[in-house]
Nanobody, 124 residues
C-alpha cells in the first residue's frame, strides 16, 4: 500500500502563487506515475499535471501548461505543484494520486492511490 498526504493549499488572490506538496510513504517503489488532479463540487475530477517516477517526464493539462510546474524530490518521495498566475477558475480541491503498473495516463479511474485533498481558493 501507498499513503499520500497533501499540504500547501489555501486562499490567494488572482495572480498569486501557491505550492502544493504530496508526500508518499509505503511501497512507493511500485508507483510509476504521480500526479495532481482537481475537482470542483458537482464536476468530474480532472488531471492537472503528471510526472513519471522513472523518467521524470512531465505532462500538463493545456489550461495550466504555462502556469503550473510539477516536480519531484525522489529522496523524500515527494512531489510538488508550483502554481503561478492563479485564476479564479483554478479554485478546486486538489488531489495527489499515484499509479502502479503503467506509466502516466490521464484516465482518473485507473489511479490506485489518492490523498485526502487540499482546498485551493482563488479570489478575483
Amino acid at each position: 500500500l501507498v499513503q499520500l498526504v497533501e499540504s500547501g493549499g489555501g486562499s490567494v488572490q488572482a495572480g498569486g502563487s501557491l505550492r502544493l506538496a504530496c508526500a508518499a510513504s509505503g511501497y512507493t517503489y511500485s508507483v510509476k506515475c504521480m500526479g495532481w488532479f482537481r475537482q470542483v463540487p458537482g464536476q468530474e475530477r480532472e488531471g492537472v499535471a503528471l510526472i513519471s517516477t522513472g523518467t521524470g517526464s512531465t505532462y500538463y493539462r493545456g489550461a495550466v501548461r504555462s502556469r503550473f510546474t510539477i516536480s519531484r524530490d525522489n529522496a523524500k518521495n515527494t512531489i510538488f505543484l508550483q502554481m503561478t498566475s492563479l485564476k479564479p477558475e483554478d479554485t478546486a480541491i486538489y488531489y495527489c494520486a499515484g499509479l502502479i503498473g503503467t506509466d502516466c495516463v490521464w484516465d482518473v479511474s485507473v489511479y490506485n492511490y489518492w490523498g485526502q485533498g487540499t482546498q485551493v481558493t482563488v479570489s478575483s
